[in-house]
């Protein structure tokens, strides 16, 4: 039995959008980046949360009543919880009639996540499928992360991570050698521009995507094409030009959506972009041709 484990908030079966074939996807809780249009707010602190759903409550009060800490307050209607008095006891979980209450976050071991994805081995066999570590950032967890690469691949199971590749070159280095397929998030090619929107520049990232490339790593881009950031053709060229230099030549653009955005209520946080219009597939076909005139595999 491996005891090690990890904060883990989704483990979603059947996806075929992060790797090639039929997938199963682990997400890691915690990152070092506060992307401005994060759709897994739920993801970014690497602590069990508790979230409340307003649509639901009935205001019977029963959890302020309950709360042994008096963690949980109400003002004009709406429920709050002081973090800093909650100590996660699930009690509010417990107790509301109508679960307005719910815990975003496990911590699971490698025999309990192992247990789960390979349910469905199958299947990997069948499509060409396989595992996705995902987040938040899995790195923010990595010595757990290559102890579960490691289990996959004694199952002959293809291992892919999608990453920031925002950690020490050490750790960087170390991750890889259990990876078949790198799924790196690029944000965006300018330093500064970078930490605006993330909240960290993209030094340390891009020094780590050489890395990878020097090891002969399979790698994806896949760049989150977001209004106002760096959805321009002007910022198409410029990734062109970074990717290019670097020696990655598949790309993914992600166009901006708007389907996290229920989670910031639920975690009672602000939400910056909130009025800021999605984007769909057919908006990035020519930001789509500058990387296919750059000689790059490019998808939506």
């Known amino acids: 039995m491996n005891s090690k484990k990890a904060l883990i908030f989704n483990i979603q079966k059947f996806s075929i959008h992060d790797g090639p074939g ?136 293809h291992r892919a991570a999608e990453t920031t590749g925002f950690t020490s070159h050490d750790i960087f280095k170390k991750f890889i050698e259990n990876v078949d397929l790198l799924l790196f998030d690029m944000k965006h090619y300018d330093t500064q521009k970078h930490e605006q929107g993330t909240g960290v520049n993209n030094d340390l990232i891009i020094e780590n995507m050489k890395a990878a490339v020097d090891r002969g790593k ?18 198409a060229e410029k990734f062109s030009d970074l990717l290019n230099k670097i020696g990655i030549k598949k790309v993914n653009l992600l166009p901006f959506h708007q389907f996290g955005q229920k989670k910031y209520k639920l975690l009672q946080r602000e939400y910056k972009m909130e009025n800021v219009p999605q984007l769909h597939p057919e908006d990035l076909t020519d930001y789509k041709k500058v990387f296919i005139n750059n000689g790059f595999d490019c998808k939506i």
Request: aromatic share 8%; proline share 4%.
């Open 218 to 235: 399979d790698i994806i881009a896949r760049i989150p094409v977001i209004p106002n950031f760096n959805n321009s053709l002007r910022d």
């Open 22 to 157: 039929i997938r199963t996807i682990v997400f890691f809780k915690g990152c070092p980046l506060r992307c401005l249009w994060c759709s897994n707010p739920e993801s970014q602190k690497n602590d069990i949360e508790i979230t409340w759903d307003a649509s639901k409550c009935i205001s019977c009060k029963q959890c302020i009543k309950t709360c042994p800490q008096g963690a949980i307050y109400e003002k004009n209607g709406i429920k709050a919880i002081n973090k800093n008095r909650c100590i996660i006891c699930k009690r509010c979980t417990e107790i509301c009639p109508k679960k307005a209450f719910d815990t975003e976050g496990e911590y699971k071991t490698i025999d309990e996540v192992m247990s789960e994805v390979l349910k469905d081995i199958d299947f990997y066999e069948e499509s060409g499928g396989g595992v996705t570590l995902s987040g938040g950032e899995v790195l923010y967890q990595a010595d757990f992360a290559i102890e579960l690469l490691k289990e996959l691949n004694k199952y002959g199971i």
